[in-house]
């Protein structure tokens, strides 16, 4: 399922409902890579403001939250937004001061961590909302606790965070564009034989092996850790 304008959405689903303990969490949410944020400024007095834009629907309204960490977690931003119809989407903007204090790195290690709460436990708990804070917390005492629900949705698409103080209309990238950008971080050349093209070929007598090339040349973020399987792709014939 998915807006008008949109094709696809991220979808969770609980099984049997459950609740976190103090110290566990469950979220949705994406490291940003250092290097992609480097023109925020943040952790300095020249700090800017971003702002969140999404698309929400879940079958359960009330009081949702969405944090941002940096990558020690010990710098943390919690902020509210309210599902007011269940299974409807609902569009969301929510902006966000620049934090003018930790350490925010600028490598190609994690920037910031953005992440949709599900229901973590307790130790995630904030008593302080849209504002800068010390310490790793995630949401509140009235987040939903969709994990808590047997056979509840959550659903997210169209996400967008940028510079400033005003959302913009989705910045909609060709499809080469952003799978070219994926596969800075994983790439998979498994299974059928000529997966995304990659032909088998015979290397020695009775063997038969596939040699992957990198799509588009794609420098990866770091050097990647490999996984070779068979050609049945059976795990006991696997090499790493």
């Known amino acids: 399922t998915a807006p008008a304008g949109f094709i696809n959405s991220l979808k969770f689903a609980v099984g049997t409902g459950a609740s976190s303990s ?3 969490s469950a979220w949705i949410g994406q490291k940003i ?3 992609n944020v ?3 400024g943040w952790g300095s007095a020249n ?3 971003v702002t969140f834009s999404f698309w929400v629907y879940a079958s359960g309204t009330g009081t949702y939250c969405i944090s941002l960490q940096n990558s020690a ?6 902020a509210t937004y309210t599902v007011s119809s269940a299974n409807t989407w609902e569009q969301k903007t929510i902006t966000i001061s620049g934090d003018t204090s930790g350490t925010w790195l600028t490598t190609n290690g994690i920037g910031i961590t953005v992440r949709w709460d599900l229901g973590s436990g307790s130790s995630y708990n904030t008593g302080t909302t849209s ?3 010390t310490g790793d917390y995630r949401n509140t005492s009235s987040q939903v606790n969709v994990i808590g629900t047997s056979s509840a949705t959550f659903y ?3 996400v967008q965070l940028e510079v400033g103080k005003q959302a913009t209309s989705f910045d909609w990238r060709p499809y080469s564009a952003e799978l070219s950008m994926c596969h800075r971080y994983y790439q998979d050349f498994r299974s059928g034989g000529q997966r995304n093209g990659y032909p088998l070929v015979n290397v020695n007598t009775g063997d038969v092996s596939r040699v992957p090339i990198f799509p588009g040349l794609v420098q990866m973020r770091t050097a990647p850790t490999i996984t070779t399987y068979s050609t049945d792709n059976t ?6």
Request: proline share 0%; glycine share 14%; charged share 25%.
């Open 22 to 24: 103090s110290g566990q």
């Open 33 to 35: 890579e250092g290097l």
């Open 38 to 40: 480097t023109d925020l």
């Open 47 to 49: 700090a800017k403001s």
């Open 73 to 78: 977690g010990d710098r943390s931003y919690v």
């Open 131 to 133: 504002a800068w804070q």
């Open 156 to 158: 997210i698409t169209g």
């Open 235 to 240: 795990t006991d014939r696997k090499s790493t």
